[in-house]
């Protein structure tokens, strides 16, 4: 390689194998070809790509490939590949995935166990969640296993001790509340949930305000105590 460099205070059996201008600060890292890559940290591994970076708490972790990702305070975790992706709880957590995708968030007092599979400007920001593809998805709360499959601008906002809320598709969706557990929308545009149990198959603007609501289709539906 080119310009590559290892601290040598900090760095014991650390390896960089070819590339340029790559970098390691920390024991046992790993760094396979690419160029600006760096890994702060101890046990991380870096494999090609660009600009890639492996800091403080990531021990056990690994970015495939890309460019312009980074992972903060994660361990044993992984990006797999994408661009701009960032993973950076405010505490340490384990076990958090980012697999593609461009400028993708997890983020959170905790993230541990969520995934985001791929897409573009979607954020996690809690543990055991998961949006699989999309753009503009969001999830956040204290809840756990919301999950957002595909679609654009949905929100689950899930802020109660219970979980899995769960939207399919569509655009403009959103479930929120304080316990919207068991909550369900399939698909369709801007139809909005806020209590649990409640379920929305698909169609437009459609509200469930109650428990065990159900909607199967339609425009401007209602349906609350």
Do not use: W
Not at 211 to 219: A, D, H, P, Q, R
């Amino acid at each position: 390689g080119i310009k590559n460099y290892i601290s040598i205070s900090n760095s014991v059996y650390s390896t960089i194998l070819c590339g340029q201008e790559n970098f390691i600060s920390g024991s046992r890292n790993i760094v396979v070809g690419g160029l600006k890559n760096s890994a702060i940290t101890t046990y991380g591994i870096i494999l090609n790509g660009y600009s890639n970076v492996l800091s403080s708490n990531t021990h056990f972790s690994a970015i495939l490939g890309g460019s312009g990702n980074t992972m903060i305070k994660s361990t044993l975790s992984l990006i797999g590949q994408g661009k701009s992706n960032l993973i950076n709880p405010i505490n340490t957590s384990k076990y958090v995935t980012l697999l593609n995708g461009f400028s993708n968030r997890i983020y959170g007092q905790y993230s541990s166990y969520s995934f985001l599979g791929g897409g573009s400007n979607n954020k996690i920001g809690g543990q055991n969640q998961i949006i699989l593809n999309g753009q503009r998805n969001v999830i956040t709360g204290t809840g756990f296993f919301s999950s957002i499959i595909n679609g654009r601008d949905n929100i689950i906002y899930n802020n109660g001790s219970n979980g899995s809320p769960f939207i399919g598709n569509g655009s403009g969706n959103t479930i929120l509340g304080s316990d919207v557990s068991f909550s369900f929308i399939g698909n369709g545009l801007n139809n909005f949930i806020s209590s649990k149990n409640s379920f929305i198959g698909s169609g437009n603007k459609l509200s469930a305000t109650s428990v065990y609501s159900v909607s199967l289709n339609g425009i401007r539906n209602i349906s609350r105590q």
